[in-house]
């Protein structure tokens, strides 16, 4: 005599139902299914119970994924002398399962409550991926599997990068059972993670001068972010006879490496969006999460990489958007190089905040505009003396003294001779 119980369930024949019952013993701890059998334990039997058999095999096969047959044994049996169907299924290893029409979703996921079924939680899903998967976010199945990608396909396309179902499984984007990964969700017009940019009037919080959210695939927001950033760098230029050289507020490589540095190496396991603070005087750039545990501040200004999200890198390196791993905060620090203010940052327990001090464009432009008419008028002597460089700079004496020592010791010019017979030449 059989008696429902939370391990077993007795059904009269097969239905629909069937399969969200196989679904919730595989994802709480198995059980068994009896179908030919009334709530009360009594024994109906099944007048084509081979058929049904049948029937059962190809509704297990085409209606649930991940695949269990692995997991579950379907047989007739004779009790009483009628044919029963006995299904034992084992708890799988690759849950949730889920009705494979649907995907991961509350609505096709269930699990077992002593005798009772019932829609499974985000909560409860997310739980059993990261069970299954690990904890490597952009490694675990994603809850949403019906995601697109036409940014992401546009721009691999201008690279001559292919994009097919092939390379989404070298990328990571797809995992070896078909599913989209939460890479490919970063990827996708879906992504839920957003950059978040505030423009502020002086150099704190108190007043707002515009704010503006940006979301989509991970590719767009960086493209987007980084045109907005530029929108508010001004910018100097100066011509050296016909070649025009351009000096901005920020230098462009080092706005582009602190974003690019904040996407790819953030934490996506957390829901906060990373946040971009514009002051008259500086760049904030927060990212969420801090170091990858076992780095310091001291190796990763080394080179040292280790990657939080290294199948997002290897995305963005193929873009060409990363020229090589570890060097991000090196060549920061190398686009101020000659600056009074360097960047610097600051690392928590959960964020990364990059500082990127504002040039004064005014000095800029007025030191841009010596060091250009001091290489010109140099480059058109063969040699100088020191008074003849105060008379083209209209500087004083010690100043052009000063000047001179910093030239020969960066081996821009040379001496030649000495005592009044001193003169200097550019060094070839």
Same mark, same amino acid.
Not at 1 to 20: A, N, P
Not at 210 to 229: A, I, P, T
Not at 247 to 271: C, K, M, Q, W
């Given at each position: 005599?059989?008696?429902?119980?939370?391990?077993?369930?007795?059904?009269?024949?097969?239905?629909?139902?069937?399969?969200? %019952?196989?679904?919730?013993?595989?994802?709480? !701890?198995?059980?068994?299914?009896?179908?030919?059998?009334?709530?009360?334990?009594?024994?109906?039997?099944?007048?084509?119970?081979?058929?049904?058999?049948?029937?059962?095999?190809?509704?297990?096969?085409?209606?649930?994924?991940?695949?269990?047959?692995? $997991?579950?044994?379907?047989?007739?049996?004779?009790?009483?002398? @009628?044919?029963?169907?006995?299904?034992?299924?084992?708890?799988?290893?690759?849950?949730?399962?889920?009705?494979?029409?649907?995907?991961?979703?509350?609505?096709?996921?269930?699990?077992?409550?002593?005798?009772?079924?019932?829609?499974?939680?985000? %909560?409860?899903?997310?739980?059993?991926?990261?069970?299954?998967?690990?904890?490597?976010?952009?490694?675990?199945?994603?809850?949403?599997?019906?995601?697109?990608?036409?940014?992401?396909?546009?721009?691999?396309?201008?690279?001559?990068?292919?994009?097919?179902?092939?390379?989404?499984?070298?990328?990571?984007?797809?995992?070896?059972?078909? $599913?989209?990964? !939460?890479?490919?969700?970063?990827?996708?017009?879906?992504?839920? +993670?957003?950059? @978040?940019?505030?423009?502020?009037?002086?150099?704190?919080?108190?007043?707002?001068?515009?704010?503006?959210?940006?979301?989509?695939?991970?590719?767009?927001?960086? !493209?987007?972010?980084?045109? $907005?950033?530029?929108?508010?760098?001004?910018?100097?230029?100066?011509?050296?006879?016909?070649?025009?050289?351009?000096?901005?507020?920020?230098?462009?490589?080092?706005?582009?490496?602190?974003?690019?540095?904040?996407?790819?190496?953030?934490?996506?396991?957390?829901?906060?969006?990373?946040?971009?603070?514009?002051?008259?005087?500086?760049?904030?750039?927060?990212?969420?999460?801090?170091?990858?545990?076992?780095?310091?501040?001291?190796?990763?200004?080394?080179?040292?990489?280790?990657?939080?999200?290294?199948?997002?890198? !290897?995305?963005?390196?193929?873009?060409?958007?990363?020229?090589?791993?570890?060097?991000?905060?090196?060549?920061?620090?190398?686009?101020?190089?000659?600056?009074?203010?360097?960047?610097?940052?600051?690392?928590?327990?959960?964020?990364?905040?990059?500082?990127?001090? @504002?040039?004064?464009?005014?000095?800029?432009?007025?030191?841009?505009?010596?060091?250009?008419?001091?290489?010109?008028?140099?480059?058109?002597?063969?040699?100088?003396?020191?008074?003849?460089?105060?008379? +083209?700079?209209?500087?004083?004496?010690?100043?052009?003294?000063?000047?001179?020592?910093?030239?020969?010791?960066?081996?821009?010019?040379?001496?030649?001779?000495?005592?009044?017979?001193?003169?200097?030449?550019?060094?070839?």
């Amino acid at each position: 005599m059989y008696e429902e119980s939370s391990t077993i369930e007795l059904k009269r024949q097969v239905t629909d139902g069937l399969k969200k %019952e196989v679904i919730a013993f595989m994802n709480t !701890n198995g059980g068994t299914i009896v179908i030919g059998v009334e709530d009360d334990g009594s024994v109906i039997g099944l007048p084509h119970a081979r058929q049904d058999l049948e029937s059962i095999s190809s509704m297990l096969r085409d209606s649930i994924k991940p695949d269990v047959l692995v $997991y579950t044994k379907a047989e007739i049996i004779s009790i009483e002398g @009628k044919d029963v169907i006995e299904i034992e299924i084992a708890r799988g290893t690759r849950r949730p399962y889920h009705l494979a029409s649907k995907g991961i979703k509350p609505s096709r996921v269930f699990v077992r409550h002593g005798t009772t079924v019932n829609p499974a939680s985000n %909560e409860a899903i997310r739980k059993m991926i990261m069970e299954s998967d690990g904890t490597s976010f952009e490694n675990i199945r994603c809850m949403n599997q019906t995601l697109a990608f036409d940014y992401a396909k546009k721009l691999f396309a201008e690279e001559k990068l292919s994009f097919g179902q092939t390379q989404q499984r070298t990328l990571g984007i797809v995992n070896e059972e078909g $599913y989209y990964t !939460n890479l490919g969700l970063l990827l996708s017009e879906q992504c839920e +993670h957003t950059v @978040k940019c505030a423009r502020y009037q002086g150099t704190t919080k108190l007043e707002f001068r515009d704010r503006k959210e940006f979301g989509g695939s991970l590719l767009k927001q960086v !493209n987007d972010v980084y045109d $907005y950033l530029q929108m508010h760098n001004a910018s100097v230029a100066e011509f050296n006879g016909l070649q025009r050289i351009e000096t901005s507020e920020y230098p462009s490589d080092a706005l582009r490496e602190a974003l690019i540095n904040a996407v790819v190496h953030r934490d996506y396991g957390f829901s906060g969006s990373i946040l971009i603070h514009i002051f008259d005087d500086r760049i904030e750039i927060v990212s969420v999460g801090g170091l990858v545990q076992g780095l310091s501040v001291e190796d990763i200004e080394l080179g040292i990489s280790q990657s939080r999200n290294s199948k997002l890198a !290897n995305c963005f390196y193929r873009l060409k958007w990363i020229e090589s791993y570890g060097t991000g905060l090196q060549r920061i620090r190398e686009s101020y190089a000659g600056v009074e203010q360097e960047p610097f940052w600051e690392i928590g327990p959960n964020a990364f905040v990059v500082t990127l001090p @504002k040039k004064d464009l005014v000095s800029l432009k007025k030191n841009q505009g010596v060091s250009l008419n001091l290489m010109s008028w140099i480059k058109q002597h063969e040699t100088f003396t020191s008074k003849e460089l105060e008379n +083209h700079l209209d500087r004083s004496k010690s100043s052009v003294r000063q000047l001179i020592t910093e030239l020969v010791a960066s081996n821009v010019i040379e001496r030649v001779g000495r005592g009044r017979a001193t003169k200097y030449r550019a060094k070839l």
